[in-house]
């Protein structure tokens, strides 16, 4: 019933930057708390950002100062603003979010490449 797609994601240099969206479809009735998780090879997916309906942020304490999360509900998008990017950013970026649709439950994206490199 739902799907979110996440885009935007490359290949980047040390200190550059890049924006991520996610846009969520399907049987829509609200969405709660977006955010975004990532995922190193090798290493457990954690929280990055999130963002409630209200637009209350937070931030891991390796992004604050970097990134910033928005969303624009008119169009179920949320987005993730990154920028000064490290080697250590480089991951696979998830979109989640708590949508209420048949049911209410979190919902994922696929997944979209960062990689942060020389």
């Known amino acids: 019933q739902v799907q979110l797609v996440e885009s935007g994601g490359g290949l980047v240099q040390p200190g550059g930057s890049l924006r991520l969206s996610c846009a969520a479809s399907?049987?829509?009735?609200?969405?709660?708390?977006m955010a975004w998780y990532r995922q190193a090879p090798g290493k457990e997916r954690e929280l990055v950002a999130s963002?409630?309906?209200?637009?209350?942020?937070k931030y891991a304490d390796s992004v604050k100062g970097r990134f910033t999360i928005s969303r624009d509900n008119a169009k179920n998008t949320v987005y993730l603003q990154m920028n000064s990017l490290k080697p250590e950013d480089t991951a696979v970026y998830y979109c989640?979010?708590?949508?209420?649709?048949?049911?209410?439950?979190?919902?994922w994206g696929k997944g979209t490449l960062v990689t942060v490199s020389s």
């Open positions: 989640n979010a708590n949508i209420r649709s048949v049911y209410t439950m979190d919902y």
């Open positions: 399907g049987t829509i009735f609200s969405i709660n708390t």
């Open positions: 963002i409630t309906s209200g637009g209350n942020t």
